[in-house]
């Protein structure tokens, strides 16, 4: 019902910046909220950052200050611009999102990888 293609991840050093996007397609009017997860290997998925329909946002405390999240609700679009990035950044970044008229139900993307070198 709600596809969401991701873009932007790459390789940067230490100290460097990234910008992910997170384009929604679909049946995306019910749609509640956004967010960015990652995973490392050997590692579980954690929650990195989210966004409300209404503009809220909530970030881990290890993102806090270097991260910003941000939705673009004219192009359905959630980014994650990434500033002070560290080795232990590196993981693969998924989009998500919650749709709750019906469900709730909820939806991933493929991923993105981002790998910050030392």
């Known amino acids: 019902q709600v596809q969401l293609d991701e873009s932007g991840g790459g390789l940067v050093q230490a100290g460097g910046s990234l910008r992910l996007s997170c384009a929604a397609s679909?049946?995306?009017?019910?749609?509640?909220?956004m967010a960015w997860y990652r995973q490392a290997p050997g590692k579980q998925r954690e929650l990195v950052a989210i966004?409300?329909?209404?503009?809220?946002?909530g970030y881990s405390d290890s993102v806090k200050g270097r991260f910003t999240i941000s939705l673009d609700n004219a192009k359905n679009t959630v980014y994650l611009q990434m500033n002070s990035l560290r080795p232990e950044d590196t993981a693969v970044y998924y989009c998500?999102?919650?749709?709750?008229?019906?469900?709730?139900?909820?939806?991933w993307g493929q991923g993105t990888q981002v790998t910050v070198s030392s």
């Open positions: 966004i409300s329909k209404g503009g809220r946002t």
């Open positions: 679909g049946s995306i009017s019910g749609i509640k909220s």
């Open positions: 998500h999102t919650a749709v709750g008229a019906d469900g709730p139900y909820y939806y």
